[in-house]
T-cell receptor, first 113, second 114 residues
Framework: AQSVTQPDIHITVSEGASLELRCNYSYGATPYLFWYVQSPGQGLQLLLKYFSGDTLVQGIKGFEAEFKRSQSSFNLRKPSVHWSDAAEYFCAVGTGGGNKLTFGTGTQLKVEL | NAGVTQTPKFQVLKTGQSMTLQCAQDMNHEYMSWYRQDPGMGLRLIHYSVGAGITDQGEVPNGYNVSRSTTEDFPLRLLSAAPSQTSVYFC?????????????FGDGTRLSIL
């Protein structure tokens, strides 16, 4: 069965600093991979996705992620964090044609001003 | 476009009561699904539907029923609520059943079972 691991439960960074959120997945075939962001009291918003092609994918709000098959990883990065990026971030793998999502447990990002 | 609309936003139930969480989308999406979100566990798939009249179970289906009589609506029913069903419930939809179609999430229903 597929699984997603987000090893960092909480991360705190200073505004303007770079950010990397880790995600490791377990899935037998080529995965559909996603990063979602959830602001307090809100639903999930798609940041970016990967399913084929270039392993470095660009998303919204200045985020990017790199798919590394050899490491089964799909880490999310941002060069310079803004205070408004404080939220919870979820990595997910899509199976069953890609729509059945298995989520990681999330990483709560705090941004210090 | 309203996107994915979930009602109610908040609900408190007593153990043993039944209720239906509503989900509607106005994007003519084929695929709809329900997730529950619990602290420290991320989101887990309850049920999903690949089109009107077709539903299937996800990872945690016990205690929940669904039906899909129209493309727009995908209600989730709790037949006899239990405290373990206290959670935040999210409905999602996407245009197709392939993984390259992004899923759109509603704002959630926060459900407490006493």
């Amino acid at each position: 069965a597929q699984s997603v691991t987000q090893p960092d439960i909480h991360i705190t960074v200073s505004e303007g600093a770079s950010l990397e959120l880790r995600c490791n997945y377990s899935y037998g075939a080529t995965p559909y991979l996603f990063w979602y962001v959830q602001s307090p009291g809100q639903g999930l918003q798609l940041l970016l996705k990967y399913f084929s092609g270039d392993t470095l994918v660009q998303g919204i709000k200045g985020f990017e992620a790199e798919f590394k098959r050899s490491q089964s990883s799909f880490n999310l990065r941002k060069p310079s964090v803004h205070w408004s990026d404080a939220a919870e971030y979820f990595c997910a793998v899509g199976t069953g044609g890609g729509n059945k999502l298995t989520f990681g447990t999330g990483t709560q990002l705090k941004v210090e001003l | 476009n309203a996107g994915v609309t979930q009602t109610p936003k908040f609900q408190v139930l007593k153990t043993g009561q039944s209720m239906t969480l509503q989900c509607a989308q106005d994007m003519n999406h084929e695929y709809m699904s329900w997730y529950r979100q619990d602290p420290g566990m991320g989101l887990r798939l309850i049920h999903y539907s690949v089109g009107a009249g077709i539903t299937d179970q996800g990872e945690v289906p016990n205690g929940y029923n669904v039906s899909r009589s129209t493309t727009e609506d995908f209600p989730l029913r709790l037949l006899s609520a239990a405290p373990s069903q206290t959670s935040v419930y999210f409905c999602a939809s996407s245009r197709g059943t392939s993984g390259d179609q992004p899923q759109h999430f509603g704002d959630g229903t926060r459900l407490s079972i006493l």
